[in-house]
């Protein structure tokens, strides 16, 4: 499975974005499909995951509330749609897929990953 992250960008605080992650290749072999984000100087952290087969989603505690996951299943894309944004939003932003729900906050068990995008939050 492919996946390619695109969609940041500059924002303001306060501000919303959305990236998609198209997905291609053998989908059905990797059910999970996560964003991740590393910021300058930091590891790679969990944001959020969703269950591609039937919709369920999961969030870090960071996010929650103001982000939102979601996949058009037809499209093969996946979303992270952003809202309330901080800069300590600010970081690169991934989408990978992994195969198991039951590790879907595990950096560990994702075994593709797509190529980044930039998001920068200003204050």
């Known amino acids: 499975v492919q996946l390619q992250a695109s969609g940041g960008g500059l924002v303001q605080a306060g501000g919303s974005l959305r990236l998609s992650c198209v997905v291609s290749?053998?989908?059905?072999?990797?059910?999970?499909k996560g964003w991740f984000r590393q910021a300058p100087g930091k590891e790679r952290e969990f944001v959020a995951a969703?269950?591609?087969?039937?919709?369920?989603?999961y969030y870090a505690d960071s996010v929650k509330g103001r982000h939102t996951i979601s996949r058009d299943y037809a499209k093969n894309t996946g979303y992270l749609q952003m809202n309330s944004l901080k800069p300590e939003d600010t970081a690169v932003y991934h989408c990978?897929?992994?195969?198991?729900?039951?590790?879907?906050?595990?950096?560990?068990?994702?075994?593709?990953w797509g190529q980044g995008t930039k998001v920068t939050v200003s204050s």
């Open positions: 990978a897929a992994a195969r198991y729900w039951s590790t879907r906050a595990n950096l560990n068990e994702y075994n593709n």
């Open positions: 290749g053998r989908t059905f072999s990797s059910d999970v």
């Open positions: 969703i269950r591609w087969s039937v919709g369920s989603t």
